[in-house]
Structures are given as structure tokens and as C-alpha cells.
């Protein structure tokens, strides 16, 4: 179960990078998985403030829009938030039904398909899809790739965020901090077999309680995810706040990526250059103040644009919607 | 698809972005490209062990601070988590637990004695000395002259009534008793902690 | 607890009422799911709430608030009717069998002896028939008319499930569901545990609501077995300590009782509380009273304690009020009768009912000393807060003082959680500025008290002159010291009956079986005996093992009472001394003595023939149904409306006023002017803790502030509707004491209830945010809560109250 990621060997993907990773090392390394089991989720939110104490993130405090979801969506300060939802099954019976969102892990991940940026977004041969923000040059072509609209941009440095599954954490042997808190064991962390035969014995347990539906969300879509869930009525996995049923990486990132990646990358590279002689010539050249006005408020917009992206419009007032994902 | 990136600015923060990597292709790297695990924070750190004090679980705490109690530093606490050995809590904590650091160093945390003068709208910062000169005094002068030895029917009840006290749920035994033995010391009997509400 | 937190995966099921433990006690709550993952178990909720505990339960029901007695007492008529009692249990180990006085009797909501014009009852005729020895009667059969068991199935014979579902609310397949749950564990290896908390205290029929779920316990034959129990979680983390340690107005330590003011006589008082047994043979430990007693006195006050001045017996302050609880207190302070108070680690102005007049109360006040790592709302009740806390400080007069103190993790220590563990801790880093531990600001003003009295003199200075101070530096008692003190050591060798030396003069005490009533041993708290023997710390102790796969880890830290970890284990075996259920088996008779996987509560060489029973604590030996005299609103709870109800009486006395709330509360005049009606204020409001928060605390720690930033109250769907109120709506919450504003929640998880032939809305308030913190500005809670409580502790009735919704 320990990562030994570290190692440059030791990561099979790399974004934009036209070189293959290496992918020999994987004698004993082992796929980590996160379980979320949602029918034991209590959510209290240890696992929020434990993730926030450990990478050392504090949002803002903002302010009750009228549901206990707080924050009421993902930032790049809170990598991961709680969802509430109050849903009246067939029998007529309330289930307040609790999901933990943050990054799937995915094991052919839109974000690391879809970054232009060498190095930006790497896989570990443990399933880890981790951000290098020091190469993140704040496209957001990652939030366009991310089929669960995971990674937030920050406007303070312009970089991309999302949960790391605590690869510091992994990487000494340890459980990711959010994890560990899990005071209901909703949360668990093993491989990623030990994790599907864990899975399934909590499935079994719930169908032995009349939850004929129980079952495990591992997407095909998207390879399978190194986070799964437990879910109570894994036939509607939208009733859990919008969970989507069939996620998929966009076509348009699968285009980018066959065709238009490399020349992008080849243009990327050339103008890298370029700058690099001039720097070497002339020193370092400053963005005119107006121009950069002009990036930032493009990137502004950004915030509409991954919505338009993923066909819904998810929390986009902060007011996490029961209704709408309702069956 | 209407991702709002433009063309131009597209290259400017690719350009900006490819800079190292581009870098790192011809041996100018700094470090290698690739390493971006984030240094493990708890190397070295001091670990002790502690209990929460909020509710009445009493899960086991591990305090990781920064310096080895060497006379040359001031220890200060910069990550709390489960302490795994705990029977009840096994390493986990609840989000009140999981925020414990914010407590102990919460901006609010008082640092001096202050006194605030009657009908006066600020606090005012005194030194130990005297606020606890000034303390016993009024406790003294108001003891003095409302102790009951005995009351309206002759019996003896050698209590005080006019200053009371609450003592605190989250202080521990060794507060509490030393707490108690003093108070009834003194005779008082307005006397309560959380547990009366 | 009875039980313990672990032991909790050891139950069948599960019963959360009165209480939210995956809201509160989260990390607690995991046995629940451990006991449902491997032990099958079933997880139960009554509340007025769908609450997060309820999200994860096998079934709920829904209750009006403030109604608890009536689903338990229906409860146990149900279980008699239907013969799901376990009979051996009762017979055996309660006062079933004991036959009450000819005179007891119960008439229209009000027991025998109710005197109307001082709201209290002469309790003579609430008491056993006794024999010429002094014994209690008994009929072994249960058949006599006044037996307990006969009088206790008539009682509540009334609690049909028509009369039940009236008053609480709750749909009628409902409360048959979680009946028919509830009596399957009347089988013997089968156990129900009870998880309650502040949502069973704060009613001013709190402690009778309790003692109906220990009713029901009894009944089914669950205390003193793996995963049963009635389990107070309590809701601070020393608050089990601070009890033990007799922290409140009139007990000492180890809950040891103050002297009346006419308990004048020495002897007298003694006697009253070291109870002979009234059934033969029983152990009946409080008998040894004295000695606990004589200990603490010589723990005080050293060689000045002596047998010839009664051990100091005048040095303690004897109490003319029953309590001097905080709404007594606050009641005289608002009648500017208290000129100091010190709020160590309290925040009354935010946790007390009735605000505004806790703000008038504190302004009356000379002098008020906050002692606290923290800012409090009450140390800054004179400041003004704009509409959070309006007041001109110009015309308060108080002097406050704000006293730094270190926090947990800046200090060595101890605190009891509510499996009653000791459990040691140590300091990690030094405290902020100048703050400086509770013991050397408490060291620092007594022994300033001390100077001043030797030089100046004044009222009766010989308790404070002559407390025993023996540490290293006077300034700052250590933890250490302290801990040991409060364990005991002998003054003198100590031997036992058979003159063997036991302990040697100096020595730490091993237990409070160590303890002499002729001042040969010193014990600051006879309960604590044993944490801290010769051999040393022993809640230092970190050996988590569980050689038994019970969960008692008898090498973790310490538990009082002599490190038991279930209490009156001696329940879990037959009379015979084998256990009721392997599976279930705490200790049992091996032929020579008591022994099992937790530490005998029971003297180990009892054997089963000398018929002792299991309850060592009661006079009986037994399980109480019957409370005799030591409740006073009678020895049989019955349900009372709250102090402000939503319905015009109490559907089961509708016809007597005097029956409508509890008899026996006690309420001041203007307390009483301040309470609403449900024609002015018709919601019925309940307030609670979020799981996100703690109090007031946590509005000062920015990772909790994210989780939870603003005030907000529940409203259920139909209501809002009703109101025209949406989710993210300001609403204004107003009682007859004042308003808050706040956000509306609108969920369905609160939903109408059906009660006494009438529509009633519940509205939840969480009790946090303040004026003071890293969260949104707001109002308390406490604004709206109304100055009543309990009839026995005085907890106020923040769980029950009448309010209006406005939308703003």
C-alpha cells in the first residue's frame, strides 16, 4: 500500500509530455483506493477540516445559504466538501443521504488527458493523480477534462487545485488525513483489492438490510476510479447531489488530445523557447499591468465556462440543489 | 464547447508555464520536474500525546510541535491528529477534533491579564501582580462583610453567598479539586459547573 | 455511563433518545457502527428531529419534544402487557417485590402529600413497609396489590398507545415498531443500550425521563450486561470528573453531600448518609460514609482535623437553599444580592436561558472574574455588540477582570470522559503570552486571601489558614501532587481486621476499601482511590489491549469506581452466579470468588448463596422502580407538559391544572411572567448542539468557522410553506424573552405533528454563534430559552420552549 511514487520511474502518466512514462516498476506497487461508504456517512465534515489542517488550506468563511453543505462547493482552498441531500425513497421514507466530493483518482483521468502543460498533472503507478502546480499555467483545461468537476482555479496564484489523496501522506506509509479522521469509518483506505472486497461486503450488508439496490461506483467511463463508493442506491448514483451515472472525459478533450495536443505542445515548447533566449538577452519581461486585467477577468469567466461544459449547472448560485437531481 | 480561453492568452500562460520544462529539457532545472510530493511536515516534529477536550468521547490526541525542547526554542504546535493506540477513538477524530489546532492558536486566545474599569468601554491590560491584588482584595472585602456565621434561627452555617463561582467542564481533576478545596474554604456555596446545565 | 463507550458494540440495540451521538459524540458513535457491521445490531431514534444519527439508523420516529416520559412510560406498559419482561431479572435483582405503605397513592396527575401552596410534597408516604428489624416488606410472588411491580403496572396502565401517540405526536405504527424492537430484548442474551444526553436533561422533567429509561432497563434485565446500560453521554469533556470531584453547590467530592443548616450535629449527619441496608444481608456501601468522609476532612485540613472538633465538621459551609443552582444564583444577582462572580472556563451570558436577564444579573455585579484561554461573550457583556449585544457600558458598573489561562494542550493533567476513564495527558507546548494554568491564578489568589487575613484578620478565617497546602511551590500546585491527594495515602499504618497491615504510613492508597473513619488516611476523593497507588500514575497507563474481545482494556488509563470498567456487573450473571448468556458475560461465581473480563463490582468473595444483590450502592441491593423519596415529584415518573407547551393542558389530566406542568418545579415570580403562551408564540422550539461546533468555542477556530459560518434555525417544509418561507430566507425567531435572526434551513426532516387533536410545528435552534469570532455575527440562542428548570438539578428547560417564525 505505500506509495514510493517518488521515484521518476514511478509515474506511468504525465501530462502533455510527447516521451512515454516508464511503466515497468510496478512489481510491488500496489493501487491505493479511498472507499467512501455513503450509507455510514454521518456528515459531520471531520474529514473536510482534517484535509483543510493537513495541506494547510484555510477558506474564507462564508455564510449559510440554507442547506448544511458548507463550504457549499469546492475551492481551491477546500478540496473536498460534504453534500446533503434529503431524498424520499419509493416507500415514502426519508433518507438524508450524505456524499463526500472530491478528486476520483480516475484511472484514465480527463485532467491529466486534457493539460497542456508538461508535467502539470501526473499519475503514480498507486493509482495518485496528483497536481504539480509548479508547472500549472492555469488553462483550466483540467476542469474542462474532469468528468466529476473536480479541480477549482485560484485567483490568487492562477494555478489548479484538487485533493492529492494525500500523496504526502501515502508516500510514508500513511492513510490520506481525511481518512483517518473518519469517525463512522465511512471513509476506509487499502489497496485496491482489498478496498472492492471491503466494498462488496458492505454492498451485502446494506442488500441484507432491504437495500436491494446497494452496489459500488467505480465508472467504466473513465477506466474505474481509485474512489469508490459505497452507495445505497447505486442504480441512481445523480440522487447523490448530482453524482453523474455514465461519467465520461469529453470528446472534445479526446480530439485535443489526438490532434491538436501535439501541435499545441510543439507551439508551447517553440514560444517557451523564444522567451527563454529573450530572458537570457533582455531580462525578465513584465506583463503590461492592462493586459494582465484582461487575463484575469477571461479567467473570471472560467467559472461559467465549466458549467456550460458540463451540461449543468452544478451549485452555480452556491445553493447545492436537492430538487434537481431528483428522479 | 465554450472554454473562454483565448488563443493569445492560451499562449502567454503556456508560454509562462512551459518556461521550466522547457528549461529542464536543455539541464536547467533546479530539481527535478517531476518531484511534486509535498515534503512530509511531520518529519522531526515533537509528538505528545493529549486528549481532546471538547466532548466527553475523550479521544486520544497526538500534538506534533516544531522544536525539541531545547533551551533555545519555543515550542510551538503545528498539527493535531488521532492518536491510533486509543481504544475509543482508534486514530479518529471528529471535525471539532480535527480543528484543534485553530483552538490552540486561535487569534482569540488571551495572552495578558486585563482589567476592564467600571463604565468604561475598553480593556486595559495590567500585569499579574495586580490583577490578583486587586481580585483578593474585592474578595476579601466582600467576604468580610456578608460571611454568615450563623443564620436568623441561631444555627450555625458559616457560608458566603454574596460572591459565587463557575468552575469549568473542560479544566482537569487536578483544577477541579484544587478548585473545590478552596472554595469551600472559603465558605461559598454558589457553586456550579457545566454539569448543572 | 454505565457502560462504556466500546462496550456499546457489544448491544443488540440500540436505542438514541434524548440524544444525537452522531451529532455530539461522533467519534463515540462508531461502536453504534461497529455493533450494526459485526454484531448485527439494530440502530433506533426517537426524536423531534431527522438528525444525523438518524441518517445512518434502522428506524425512526419522530416525537413531539418535552414528551419522552409518555413514549417510555407507554413503553413499559406495553412490555408488561405483553409479557417481553425478563422475570428472573426483575424478581431477583429489584425491588419488584417490595410493598409500599398503605397510604402511597397517585390521583389525578399528583401523588400523595402534594401541598399546592409551596409547590412540594411531604414524601413520608412514598416509602416501603418496614418490619419490626427494619426491613422492607416483600411479596417474592409480585402478586400483592402494594408490591412495586403491581403499583408500577397500574401507574402506567394510563400510557396506552391511543394516550401515547396523543401526547408525543408520534404516528401509532410508530411507536408499536419501536416497542415490538425494544422487547426483544427482554431475552437473556440479548441487550439494549440507551444513549441519551442533554436532550433528556434539559426538560423540567429531565432526571424523571431518565429514570424512566433505567425503568425500562430493569424490566427488560440490561444493566450490568455487555451493550446494555443506560449511558449518559455527557457533553464536556471533564464534566463526569467535575461531578465526581462534587463541583456543584451542594455536594464534596466522590458526591458526598454539604450539610443542611440543620444538620447541626455531627453525628447526626453522618448517620443520615451512611444508609443501613433495608433488605437483609445487602452490601449497601454508602454505609461506610465516614470514612470517605473523615478522609477528605484530613486531605483539607491535615492536623487541624481531629476527632475532637469533629473533623472540622463546623468549618463547612451548610447549605440553607437546597441548591444554589445557576438560576437561583442569577434570580439573586438580578436582585442584586451577589457582588462578585468568577466564570472560570464559563460562558453564562451565551449558555444561560433568558439572556437579557443574565445581562441585567451581571451588570448588578460588583466585581466579575473570567478565567478563561479565550474571548467570552461574558467577559464582554458590558460591551456593546451593536444589535448582538446592545448595551450602553457606560452605565455598567461591574469591574471585570480577564484572567489568560493555558488550554489542554499546554498543561499536564487529567480528564474523566464519560466512560468514567482517567485518562492523563501531557503538555505539548508553552501558553500563549502570560497565560498562566487555573491552578497558580487559583494558587495566586488564595494564597494572597491567606497574607491578608493573617495581617488584617476578618470573618471566620480558620478553614482558609489551616487548609492543608503541602506543595513543593505554594504559587503552582503540580498536577502531580494534586492527583495524588485526591487518591489518598495513610496517615498512620493502616491495618484490617485481622491486624495485618494493609498500608504503611505515607504510602498511597490502593482503594477505598483502604479508607478509616479515625483519621489515620487522607482521601481527597474516595471514588478516585486507585489511580494513583504506590505503585504509581496509573492513568498514565497506555496498554490497549483486549484479551477478551470485550472492549474493557482494562490497561488504558484508569476508570473509577477501583478501574470497572461496566457498573453493577454482578447483574450479568444469574442469582446462582453463572451468566445470564456467554455472550453477554461480564463476571461470574468460580466457586471460590467473582471473577470475569472487568473488575468485580461486588465484594469478590460474596458467594451466590449469601444472596446479596448486585445494586451494592441502593439500601436495597436492587434496582429501583420505586424512587421513595429521592425525587421530588414523586416515586413514579409521569409525564408533565413543558413550562411552555404548545397544547392548552396535559392531555392525561386535562381536568387539573396543578398536573399540567411539573408539580414539584420550582419557579420564580418573574420568571413566570416571562413565559409565553401558544397563542402568542405557537411553535414549539427545541435548541441543540451541531456536530460541526462545540458551544462557543469553536466560533473561534477558523477551520471549524468554514464548516459552519453562519446562525441558522430548522423550519419543516409544511411550516415554511405555510409562512412563505424559503431555504436561504432571514427569518426572525422570537419568544416571549427576546428575538434572534437567523437563516432558514427548510428541510424535511422536521415534519407537523398530530398532538392533542391539533397541528404542531417543531423549530430547531442550534445554540451556537455569538458576537465574538471568526463566524457570522449573531444573536444567542440563549435570547429565546426560558428561566425554568428541572425539579430535581435546576437544568434549565433549554429543550422545550414556545416561539414565533417571521419571515424578515
Same mark, same amino acid.
Given at each position: 500500500m505505500r506509495g514510493d511514487q517518488i521515484n521518476l520511474q514511478n509515474i506511468v502518466a504525465r501530462s502533455a509530455s510527447p516521451a512515454p512514462s516508464p511503466q515497468v516498476r510496478d512489481g510491488a506497487v500496489e493501487t491505493v483506493t479511498k472507499l467512501i461508504d455513503v450509507s455510514r /456517512?454521518?456528515? /459531520? *465534515?471531520a474529514c473536510q477540516v482534517a484535509c483543510s489542517e493537513w495541506n494547510d488550506l484555510r477558506d474564507d468563511v462564508g455564510e449559510c445559504v440554507g442547506v448544511y453543505d458548507n463550504p457549499v462547493d469546492l475551492t481551491p482552498n477546500s478540496w473536498e466538501v460534504m453534500r446533503f441531500n434529503e431524498y424520499e425513497n419509493e416507500q415514502g421514507n426519508l433518507e438524508w443521504l450524505i456524499r463526500k466530493d472530491n478528486c476520483m483518482h480516475c484511472a484514465e483521468p480527463g485532467c491529466l488527458e486534457a493539460c497542456p502543460a508538461p508535467g502539470a498533472i501526473v499519475q503514480y503507478a498507486n493509482g495518485i493523480v496528483d497536481f504539480n502546480s509548479e508547472h500549472c499555467i492555469g488553462c483550466g483545461y483540467c476542469v474542462a477534462g474532469c468528468p466529476f468537476d473536480i479541480p477549482r482555479i485560484s485567483k490568487k496564484d492562477s494555478k489548479a487545485y484538487k485533493c492529492t489523496l494525500c500523496s504526502d501522506r501515502v508516500f510514508h506509509g500513511l492513510e490520506p488525513a481525511c481518512v483517518k479522521s473518519c469517525p463512522t469509518g465511512s471513509i476506509m483506505f487499502g489497496t485496491r483489492e482489498d478496498m472492492h472486497e471491503l466494498a462488496e461486503t458492505r454492498t451485502d450488508y446494506l442488500k441484507s438490510r432491504g437495500y436491494e439496490n446497494a452496489g459500488v461506483y467505480d465508472p467504466e467511463g473513465v477506466g474505474g476510479t481509485n474512489v469508490i463508493y459505497v452507495l445505497q442506491h447505486a442504480d441512481k448514483p445523480e440522487i447523490y447531489s448530482g453524482l453523474p451515472k455514465d461519467p465520461r472525459i469529453s470528446p472534445m478533450v479526446e480530439a485535443w488530445k489526438g490532434v491538436t495536443k501535439p501541435l499545441m505542445s510543439a507551439a508551447i515548447g517553440l514560444a517557451a523557447l523564444t522567451g527563454f533566449f529573450h530572458y537570457v538577452a533582455a531580462g525578465p519581461k513584465e506583463v503590461p499591468p492592462e493586459e494582465e486585467e484582461e487575463m484575469r477577468a477571461e479567467e473570471a469567466n472560467e467559472g461559467l465556462s465549466r458549467q456550460d461544459l458540463n451540461g449543468q449547472d452544478r451549485n452555480g448560485q452556491g445553493r447545492p440543489s436537492d430538487e434537481e437531481h431528483r428522479p | 464547447m465554450t472554454l473562454k480561453i483565448t488563443r493569445r492568452q492560451f499562449f502567454k500562460l503556456g508560454a509562462a508555464g512551459m518556461a521550466t520544462s522547457s528549461m529542464a529539457m536543455m539541464g536547467f532545472a533546479p530539481e527535478p520536474a517531476v518531484a511534486s510530493i509535498r515534503h512530509? *511536515?511531520?518529519?522531526g516534529a515533537k509528538i505528545t500525546r493529549s486528549n481532546c477536550t471538547y466532548c466527553s468521547v475523550g479521544c486520544g490526541v497526538l500534538l506534533y510541535s516544531r522544536g525539541d525542547e531545547a533551551i533555545n526554542t519555543i515550542d510551538n504546535i503545528y498539527h493535531v491528529e488521532g492518536d491510533p493506540d486509543h481504544p475509543v477513538s482508534r486514530g479518529s477524530l471528529c471535525p471539532k477534533g480535527s480543528g484543534l489546532l485553530d483552538y490552540v492558536n486561535s487569534d482569540s486566545r488571551l495572552s495578558h491579564p486585563q482589567v476592564r474599569e467600571p463604565g468604561t468601554d475598553e480593556w486595559k491590560q495590567i500585569s499579574w501582580d495586580e490583577a490578583l491584588d486587586r481580585i483578593a482584595r474585592h474578595m476579601k472585602d466582600d467576604r468580610d462583610a456578608n460571611f454568615v456565621t450563623q443564620n436568623d434561627a441561631g444555627s450555625t452555617v458559616n457560608h458566603w453567598l454574596t460572591t459565587g463561582f463557575l468552575a469549568a467542564s473542560a479544566s482537569t481533576n487536578e483544577t477541579a479539586y484544587l478548585t473545590q478545596k478552596i472554595v469551600r474554604s472559603l465558605g461559598m456555596l454558589v457553586f456550579d459547573n457545566q454539569a448543572r446545565v | 455511563m454505565t457502560n462504556h463507550w466500546v462496550d456499546i458494540r457489544n448491544a443488540d440495540l440500540i436505542l438514541a433518545m434524548g440524544g444525537n451521538p452522531a451529532e455530539a459524540h461522533p467519534v463515540g458513535f462508531r461502536w453504534v457502527m461497529e455493533a450494526k457491521e459485526k454484531n448485527d445490531a439494530r440502530l433506533v431514534v426517537v426524536d423531534p428531529r431527522f438528525t444525523r444519527t438518524a441518517a445512518v439508523a434502522d428506524y425512526f420516529a419522530e416525537i413531539r419534544t418535552g414528551t419522552d416520559i409518555a413514549f417510555l412510560g407507554g413503553l413499559i406498559n406495553y412490555l408488561i402487557e405483553t409479557d417481553q419482561i425478563h422475570h428472573d431479572y426483575v424478581r431477583a435483582y429489584t425491588d419488584a417485590s417490595l410493598i409500599v405503605r398503605e397510604e402511597f397513592g397517585f390521583e389525578d396527575g399528583l401523588f400523595t402529600g402534594y401541598d399546592a401552596e409551596s409547590n412540594e410534597y411531604a414524601t413520608e408516604s412514598w416509602n416501603y413497609e418496614y418490619d419490626d428489624e427494619g426491613f422492607a416488606r416483600r411479596d417474592d410472588t409480585l402478586q400483592h396489590p402494594r408490591c412495586v411491580f403491581q403499583l408500577m403496572r397500574e401507574h402506567y396502565s394510563r400510557y396506552t398507545l391511543e394516550v401515547v401517540s396523543n401526547v408525543c405526536g408520534t404516528p401509532r405504527a410508530k411507536i408499536e415498531h419501536v416497542w415490538a424492537m425494544v422487547g426483544e430484548t427482554a431475552a437473556s442474551d440479548r441487550t439494549m443500550t440507551i444513549l441519551y444526553a442533554l436532550g433528556w436533561t434539559q426538560h423540567s422533567i429531565g432526571s424523571q425521563i431518565i429514570r424512566t429509561a433505567a425503568m425500562v432497563q430493569l424490566l427488560l434485565g440490561n444493566m450490568g450486561l455487555r451493550g446494555g446500560g443506560v449511558n449518559a453521554l455527557r457533553g464536556h469533556s471533564n464534566i463526569q470528573g467535575l461531578t465526581d470531584l462534587g463541583l456543584l453547590s451542594n455536594l464534596l467530592p466522590g458526591y458526598m453531600r454539604l450539610p443542611k443548616d440543620d444538620e447541626q450535629d455531627y453525628t447526626n449527619y453522618i448517620q443520615e448518609r451512611a444508609r443501613p441496608p433495608l433488605v437483609p444481608d445487602q452490601v449497601s456501601y454508602w454505609r461506610y460514609y465516614e470514612r470517605f468522609h473523615v478522609s477528605l476532612m484530613k486531605a483539607w485540613f491535615g492536623d487541624a482535623a481531629t476527632a475532637e472538633n469533629d473533623w472540622c465538621f463546623e468549618w463547612l459551609p451548610k447549605l440553607s437553599e437546597t441548591l444554589y443552582d445557576v438560576l437561583h444564583t442569577f434570580e439573586r444577582m438580578h436582585h442584586g444580592e451577589v457582588n462578585g462572580y468568577f466564570c472560570q472556563g464559563f460562558n453564562p451570558l451565551a449558555a444561560f436561558p433568558h439572556k437579557a436577564k443574565i445581562t441585567a444579573s451581571l451588570s448588578r455585579l460588583k466585581y466579575l472574574v473570567v478565567i478563561d484561554p479565550l474571548r467570552t461573550e461574558t467577559a464582554e457583556f458590558w460591551k456593546n455588540h451593536g444589535e448582538y449585544n446592545d448595551v450602553d457600558p457606560s452605565t455598567i458598573d461591574t469591574e471585570v477582570f480577564r484572567l489568560p489561562t493555558t488550554c489542554f494542550a499546554e498543561e499536564n493533567g487529567t480528564i474523566v470522559n464519560s466512560s468514567r476513564w482517567l485518562q492523563w495527558f501531557w503538555a505539548a507546548a508553552p501558553p500563549p503570552g502570560e497565560a498562566r494554568p487555573d491552578t497558580a491564578i487559583l494558587a495566586g489568589l488564595f494564597l494572597r486571601l491567606q497574607r491578608l487575613y493573617r495581617e488584617e484578620g476578618g470573618a471566620f478565617a480558620e478553614p482558609l489558614l489551616n487548609l492543608h497546602w503541602p506543595y513543593r511551590f505554594p504559587e503552582e500546585p503540580s498536577p502531580a501532587e494534586l492527583a495524588r491527594e485526591y487518591n489518598g495515602w495513610a496517615l498512620e499504618d493502616v491495618e484490617d481486621e485481622e491486624r495485618r497491615i494493609v498500608v504503611r504510613a505515607g504510602e498511597q492508597l490502593e482503594d477505598f476499601g483502604m479508607l478509616r473513619a479515625d483519621g489515620s488516611t487522607a482521601c481527597g476523593c474516595w471514588l478516585f482511590a486507585g489511580c494513583w497507588p504506590e505503585e504509581g500514575n496509573l492513568m498514565t497507563r497506555r496498554d490497549n489491549s483486549d484479551p477478551y474481545g470485550t472492549g474493557q482494556t482494562l490497561g488504558w488509563a484508569w476508570a473509577w469506581p477501583a478501574n470497572r470498567r461496566i457498573l453493577y456487573n454482578r447483574a450479568s450473571a444469574r442469582p446462582d452466579g453463572t451468566p445470564w448468556a456467554t455472550r453477554k458475560a461480564v463476571v461470574w461465581w468460580n466457586g471460590q470468588r467473582w471473577v470475569g473480563n472487568d473488575v468485580p463490582d461486588f465484594p469478590t468473595d460474596s458467594e451466590p448463596a449469601a444472596n446479596q444483590r448486585p445494586f451494592i450502592m441502593n439500601q436495597t441491593g436492587s434496582g429501583q422502580f420505586f424512587a421513595r423519596d429521592r425525587m421530588v415529584e414523586g416515586p413514579f415518573p409521569e409525564h408533565y407538559e413543558p413550562f411552555e407547551t404548545p397544547i392548552a393542558n396535559n392531555p392525561l389530566h386535562p381536568d387539573n391544572p396543578l398536573a399540567k406542568h411539573n408539580p414539584g418545579a420550582r419557579v420564580f415570580e418573574e420568571d413566570r411572567a416571562n413565559f409565553g403562551t401558544f397563542e402568542e408564540f405557537p411553535h414549539a422550539a427545541t435548541s441543540y448542539r451541531l456536530t460541526e461546533h462545540f458551544h462557543y468555542w469553536t466560533m473561534h477556530n477558523r477551520l471549524n468557522a468554514i464548516t459552519q459560518p453562519e446562525k441558522f434555525v430548522e423550519i419543516g417544509e409544511s411550516l415554511a410553506s405555510e409562512l412563505g418561507i424559503e431555504r436561504g430566507d432571514r427569518v426572525r425567531v422570537s419568544s416571549k424573552r427576546g428575538h434572534i435572526d437567523a437563516v432558514a434551513v427548510v428541510t424535511k426532516r422536521i415534519r407537523p405533528l398530530q398532538v392533542a387533536g391539533q397541528t404542531v410545528h417543531q423549530i430547531g435552534i442550534p445554540l451556537h454563534w455569538g458576537f465574538l469570532g471568526e463566524t457570522k455575527k449573531s444573536h444567542l440562542t440563549n435570547t429565546l430559552t426560558p428561566s425554568v428548570g428541572d425539579a430535581n438539578t435546576q437544568t434549565p428547560e433549554y429543550k422545550s420552549f414556545l416561539v414565533r417564525v417571521d419571515k424578515l
Open positions: /456517512c454521518i456528515g /459531520c *465534515k | 512530509f *511536515k511531520l518529519s | -
